[in-house]
């Protein structure tokens, strides 16, 4: 199945910039949306609610600007994120506001509802849903979700158990919609490595955190170009789901990482977790493992710049290994 026109034409890379909870804010999107790639935020980052309003007007109409002073190289859509969760109980309302101004694309977390789904598609919108595993993808697909975002072992904040290799080949046994791979994947070689395994666009999150527009703690920021992949821990301890997150934040909230406890799943709660003066995405930093390709703090249309050079680069490279490989085996038939 072909991507649809929203997630093929308009992208100079293929590659969705994700909806990062209180980093992501219309500055980032913008820029992401400008440098070829698809923007999004989480709608609960606007707060007051009003905000949200606020926003999605902002960034429709800088974006609509922007496309008509640039018509050779017109802006990506945006995506806007809600957290379909019965503990979110703005959902109804910040539903109603992204189909008010038509979000392009809207990504669905942490449950499939089909009301949600059948408001973005009255106007034609579309819905990419995360998944951590195939039970989840199947039941999301079901109730009219276009395209599935699997989370990777190794992906920033929520993050699933499996290989991408094992995700993603799973999922194309059954289905052939758009997929968008999330894990890991901070470089332009990793990109390329997601469409070889079978995914459509690459997620990527983690990166972004560390750009002049994210709404980050600047101490987080310089954590992340410091720390490499060793340096992630895997835990259910803050929010009640798996997630991971910086070690050295942890350390620096007075925990062990090696000793953490295990939270009970049912209390989600996306806040303190087991340590009440330690809250998670406020003093626990989540990150993806991929931060190891992370050297510094760019503007994000920079970011994007040398992730598309290193996807080119990437595949000259397997385009000149697959002529070698052809050639050698031509000679060997001669």
């Known amino acids: 199945m072909a991507l649809p026109p929203v997630l093929r034409d308009r992208l100079r890379l293929p590659v969705i910039g994700s909806p990062l909870f209180i980093i992501s804010n219309p500055d980032l999107v913008i820029a992401q949306c400008k440098a070829g790639i698809v923007g999004s935020f989480p709608a609960l980052n ?72 059948d408001a973005v598609h009255s106007y034609g919108g579309t819905v ?54 999330s894990g890991a994947i901070a470089h332009g070689r990793s990109i390329l490595g997601a469409q070889a395994m079978g995914a459509d666009l690459a997620y990527v999150g983690s990166a972004f955190i560390a750009t002049k527009e994210a709404n980050a703690n600047p101490a987080y920021q310089q954590m992340i170009v410091e720390s490499t992949g060793e340096d992630i821990t895997y835990t259910n301890l803050f929010t009640g789901v798996h997630g991971n997150y910086l070690t050295p934040s942890i350390v620096a909230a007075g925990l062990d990482p090696a000793n953490l406890p295990v ?64 050639g050698r085996v ?3 038939a001669e």
Not at 66 to 79: G, I, L, M, V
Not at 146 to 168: Q, R, T, Y
Not at 304 to 326: G, I, P
Request: charged residues 25%; contains cysteine.
């Open 46 to 117: 606007a707060r007051p609610i009003s905000m949200l309003d606020e926003w999605l007007h902002r960034i429709t109409e800088e974006l609509a600007a922007w496309d008509r002073d640039h018509p050779e190289a017109p802006s990506a859509p945006f995506a806007v994120n809600h957290i379909v969760h019965r503990s979110n109980d703005r959902l109804e309302q910040d539903v109603e506001l992204s189909t008010k101004w038509k979000a392009p694309i809207v990504i669905t977390s942490l449950g499939a509802q089909t009301p949600v789904n």
């Open 128 to 181: 990419l849903h995360d998944v951590i595993n195939d039970k989840f993808a199947r039941k999301a697909i079901e109730k009219g979700t276009d395209g599935l975002i699997p989370v990777a072992s190794g992906a920033g904040g929520h993050a699933g158990h499996l290989s991408p290799f094992a995700l993603i080949q799973g999922l194309r046994e059954w289905f052939d919609g758009p997929i968008a791979l």
């Open 263 to 326: 939270s009970d799943a049912s209390a989600m709660n996306f806040g303190s977790g087991g340590n009440q003066k330690a809250k998670a995405w406020r003093d626990i930093w989540g990150c993806g493992q991929g931060i190891g390709a992370v050297k510094e703090i760019p503007a994000a249309a920079d970011l994007v710049a040398r992730l598309s050079a290193e996807y080119e680069e990437a595949k000259a490279a397997l385009a000149e290994k697959t002529s070698f490989t052809a």
């Open 330 to 332: 031509l000679m060997a």
